[in-house]
């Protein structure tokens, strides 16, 4: 399949998917929910079902933002396989936005919280101690993300940095 061909069969599978997103009506069907667990119970009868369906009414903060970054993170491989070959990298780095926050604190030298090592992606760029490992930093394609200080000693945010890298 070449590029043009790729590409369409991209938007196709891309506008299918939004034309599964909740109506009007759903949206605010679900702004009446009082509860996590009432939430999550409308939003499975919406095109929002593939996005909670790992959610309960029992899910703490921190498990519902791991499973929405885990989303973000297959949604965009899953955008990245049906691209142009040309076209993978860009979207595969895109993943990485949810994460920025947490990549951010480890590029500082600070450690993350114990939940962390819950997050599959997270645990491969730390060791035991907690701390960025930079071996795993660099082979994961982050070095690029790594900033030398300048003469005030203050380094690039770590998000223009992504979006230069990005670019």
């Known amino acids: 399949m070449n590029a043009g061909?790729?590409?369409?069969?991209?938007?196709?599978?891309?506008?299918?998917?939004?034309?599964?997103?909740?109506?009007?009506?759903?949206w605010q069907r679900l702004?009446?929910?009082?509860?996590?667990?009432?939430?999550?119970?409308?939003?499975?009868?919406?095109?929002?079902?593939?996005?909670?369906?790992?959610?309960s009414g029992l899910s703490q903060a921190h498990e519902l933002d791991r499973g929405c970054r885990t989303l973000a993170?297959?949604?965009?491989?899953?955008?990245?396989?049906?691209?142009?070959?040309?076209?993978?990298?860009?979207?595969e780095w895109v993943a990485w936005l949810p994460w920025l926050p947490q990549l951010e604190h480890l590029a500082r030298g600070d450690t993350l919280p114990d939940w962390s090592n819950l997050d599959a992606r997270l645990r491969g760029l730390i060791g035991e101690d907690g701390a960025l490992d930079r071996h795993a930093w660099e082979a994961s394609g982050l070095a690029v993300l790594s900033a030398e200080a300048d003469a005030s000693g203050a380094a690039p945010d770590l998000g223009e940095r992504w979006q230069t890298a990005w670019r």
Not at 5 to 26: E, G, I, V
């Open 5 to 26: 061909s790729r590409l369409a069969y991209a938007q196709a599978r891309l506008q299918a998917r939004l034309s599964r997103l909740p109506t009007a009506a759903d």
């Open 31 to 55: 702004s009446g929910a009082r509860t996590l667990a009432a939430y999550l119970e409308e939003a499975r009868a919406t095109g929002l079902t593939d996005w909670v369906r790992s959610f």
């Open 73 to 91: 993170l297959e949604t965009a491989e899953t955008v990245a396989d049906w691209s142009p070959s040309g076209w993978r990298a860009a979207i």
